[in-house]
């Protein structure tokens, strides 16, 4: 609905200069650039994030395991 609001005031207020239209196409394809590199940059940081992650479960998982065995040792020596 608002595409069409603003498709119809480009005809009310008459078409855009050319120069206008490329300047506003250049400022959006910088503004694009910019977000794609943020997107990418976020998307960099939550894979580091999702090994590290992966990294400590891993790690609590082999000291669970090690005082699991160490606790059973001491239970069955008792």
């Known amino acids: 609905m608002f595409v069409l609001a603003y498709v119809g005031s480009f005809f009310r207020m008459g ?25 990418s940059s976020l998307a960099a940081r939550l894979e580091l994030q999702r090994h590290n992650a992966e990294a400590l479960a891993h790690d609590a998982t082999s000291q669970l395991s090690v005082q699991l065995h160490d606790s059973l040792a001491e239970v069955i020596r008792i």
């Open 15 to 39: 078409l855009p200069d050319l120069p206008e239209v490329r300047a506003e196409r250049d400022v959006l394809q910088a503004r694009m650039s910019e977000q794609a590199l943020k997107i």
